[in-house]
């Protein structure tokens, strides 16, 4: 398997555009999670799904995120508007059984809002 | 708030001594811990992990301690590689949630 592959690996926009990351799980990982990693505070979850269907969305910092996950081989984050404080590292990660130990984290995407 | 936090963000030891990284967590309902590692530009790899019923966990060069009473944890790498050389994730599940929350990390530079 080729683990968790995420897309672009590395994106610049300008504040006020829309941004989309993608995302591919693991076939047959029945879990998936957005993360953002920032030098203050670390990995922070922003939501995770089950089966396709979000479970815990307590993590997006606002209205202008979203995420979906129309089946379960491809899931995005959209962020819209995106302004400067967005920038940062966001990974993608699957699991099977939400096994802590079993997450596989993709490389990420590093965003960088201008 | 930070439930669970690494108040240093980087250690440097020499190649062969003993590297200790530190974690502190706040939410008494976390029932498993782990450490992640990070290389640049690759997401975090899974290290090693500690039921919160036990207060030691090894696998080779890499031993985890639980101080529940403290809830304080800890990894400690012996000897450190250069290879070592990472960014490193504590991490904790929240056990009604299954949550996965984690640290800022440290940085740990192993020197040659």
């Known amino acids: 398997d080729a683990g968790v592959i995420q897309s672009p690996r590395h994106e610049v926009t300008e504040m006020g555009q829309e941004v989309t990351l993608r995302c591919k799980p693991i076939?047959?990982?029945?879990?998936l999670f957005w993360y953002r990693q920032t030098m203050m505070r670390g990995l922070e979850l922003l939501i995770y799904?089950?089966?396709?269907?979000?479970?815990?969305d307590s993590g997006m910092p606002e209205d202008r995120f979203s995420a979906k996950m129309p089946n379960a081989s491809f899931s995005t984050l959209k962020i819209q508007p995106s302004e400067p404080r967005d920038s940062a590292v966001y990974f993608c990660?699957?699991?099977?059984?939400?096994?802590?130990?079993?997450?596989?984290f993709g490389s990420g995407t590093r965003l960088t809002v201008v | 708030d930070q439930q669970v936090k690494q108040n240093s963000p980087s250690l440097s030891v020499q190649e062969g001594r003993i590297s200790i990284l530190n974690c502190d967590y706040t939410?008494?309902?976390?029932?498993?811990f782990l450490w992640y590692k990070k290389y640049p530009a690759e997401g975090p790899t899974f290290l090693i992990s500690?039921?919160?019923?036990?207060d030691k966990n090894e696998d080779g060069r890499f031993t985890v301690f639980l101080n529940k009473s403290a809830k304080h944890l800890s990894l400690h790498i012996v000897p450190s590689q250069p290879g070592d050389s990472a960014v490193y994730f504590c991490?904790?599940?929240?056990?009604?949630?299954?949550?996965?929350?984690f640290g800022q990390g440290t940085t740990l530079q192993v020197k040659p």
């Open positions: 799904f089950n089966n396709n269907v979000p479970i815990d």
């Open positions: 076939s047959g990982h029945d879990y």
């Open positions: 500690i039921s919160s019923i036990k």
């Open positions: 939410n008494s309902m976390f029932d498993y």
């Open positions: 990660a699957s699991s099977f059984r939400q096994a802590p130990d079993g997450y596989t």
């Open positions: 991490a904790a599940v929240l056990g009604n949630t299954g949550k996965l929350i």
